[in-house]
């Protein structure tokens, strides 16, 4: 099977330091399931990043280091988006979390892909778990596995799940246990993870297990996601989406300026 490390992945020049994929969605699930990464690579990770990891990145160094560090960045916020196009980046489309992930479940394939999963909850453990054996494999070809609180301090458990990983044989890790705390996770254990495909998700595992509803197409479609996330989940989301969210255009600015002094009018 053809080996992705020679793949030629489009990518945007670089805004808010980042390269931002050029690709579409089918785009990237074509490439992120159809191929083999190869032996003794570094894993590949992928993060969707939206006003609140724009705003992350600014204040958390290693949350910086690993987008920098990530194999493909799509576009997830609507602003991001719209922020992109206004310094001349236009992307084919969004490739939200929330689309990507069941595109990848449904290209998933026993014969080819061991899949493993770091999820928030119990619930959506026991969904997984059930959709996969539906879809063919058994139980030693994935790994579905709730973390303890603190996950991310605790090197017996990373030790015990990276272990858990390789005896799978893993293509596949998505890691559903919310910002920074997976993208964090995947950089700081790289090394010990290769040879498989990461991606790092918010919400999209919760809806597609039916563990949360998504926002309305019209919703989606306007940049108004964020208000029903607000409205299903007040008490986690008010800091982020009513005072946090209002940092990203205090970096957007600066980066407008930036942008002006690189020429992006005559690019």
């Known amino acids: 099977m ?15 330091g980042l390269n931002f994929s050029m ?5 990237v699930v074509k490439t992120a399931t159809c191929n083999e990464i190869g032996h003794h690579f570094p894993s590949r990770l992928l993060i969707t990043p ?20 990530a194999w493909l960045l799509t576009v997830d916020g609507f602003p991001v988006e719209r922020f992109l196009s206004l310094v001349g980046v236009k ?11 069941p595109k990848l479940m449904q290209a998933m394939r026993p014969d080819k892909h061991r899949p493993c999963f770091m999820v928030a909850t119990e619930f959506t453990q ?4 059930l ?8 139980e030693s070809e994935f790994l579905v596995e709730v973390p303890p609180f603190g996950f991310e301090k605790n ?37 010990s993870i290769e040879n498989m495909h990461v991606f790092c998700f918010g919400a999209a595992i919760e809806f597609f297990s039916e563990n949360m509803t998504r926002a309305p197409v019209w919703m989606q479609k306007n940049g108004f996601e964020w208000l029903w996330r607000l409205g299903c989940e007040p008490s986690r989301l008010a800091k982020r989406y009513l005072i946090n969210s209002w940092k990203f255009f205090y970096y957007a600015g600066k980066e407008m300026l930036n942008q002006r002094k690189l020429g ?4």
């Open 264 to 267: 992006y009018e005559n690019k």
């Open 91 to 101: 992307i084919p489309e969004r490739v939200t979390g929330a689309d990507l992930f």
């Open 155 to 191: 090197d017996d458990f990373s030790k015990s799940f990276i272990e858990k990983l390789k005896s799978v044989q893993c293509t596949h890790l998505y890691m559903g246990v919310g910002a920074p705390k997976s993208e964090i996770w995947a950089y700081l254990h790289r090394d």
């Open 50 to 69: 939206n006003v609140d990891h724009i705003v992350t990145l600014h204040n958390n160094p290693t949350y910086r280091e690993a987008c920098h560090s």
């Open 2 to 16: 053809q080996n992705t490390s020679d793949v030629n992945l489009i990518k945007s020049k670089a805004v808010f």
């Open 131 to 138: 959709w996969l054996k539906k879809h063919g494999f058994n």
């Open 23 to 27: 690709l579409t969605l089918e785009e």
């Open 126 to 129: 026991h969904f997984l778990t």
